[in-house]
């Protein structure tokens, strides 16, 4: 089972609820397990809840999620769970993790 650790910035100025983007995602996902930072885990989630950023790396085996874009490709607000869906399937299915 793939472990995905989730990161959020500090949510000083949100744009958008990343709580239910996030909710949905993993009723989506029954086989991946939610952990936290402090355990092992394959993927990270990071997630800004504004354009800004504060959160980045350059980690192949993490996903940059804001509220109009997900890995630098931007997405319309309504499609960012799917667009999380889609990175999360093709980072598993390239081995990155």
């Known amino acids: 089972m ?6 959020y910035c500090g ?4 744009n958008m609820d990343m709580d239910v983007i996030l909710n ?17 885990y394959d993927i ?3 997630v800004n809840g504004c354009n800004k950023k504060c959160i980045a790396t350059n980690e192949q085996s993490s996903i940059l999620i804001t509220p109009n ?3 630098g490709q931007k ?5 960012v ?3 999380v869906l889609k990175a999360l399937e093709q980072t ?6």
């Not at 989506?28 to 397990?33: A, D, R, Y």
């Not at 598993?92 to 993790?97: A, D, P």
Request: hydrophobic share 35%.
């Open 2 to 7: 793939i472990k995905v650790a989730l990161k």
């Open 11 to 14: 949510h000083c100025n949100p």
């Open 24 to 40: 949905n995602v993993k009723k989506s996902t029954p086989n991946v397990s939610y952990v936290t930072l402090e355990n092992d």
């Open 44 to 46: 990270a989630f990071l």
């Open 69 to 71: 874009s997900v890995n």
């Open 75 to 79: 997405v319309k607000r309504a499609q």
């Open 81 to 83: 769970e799917k667009a």
């Open 92 to 97: 598993i299915k390239e081995g990155r993790c």
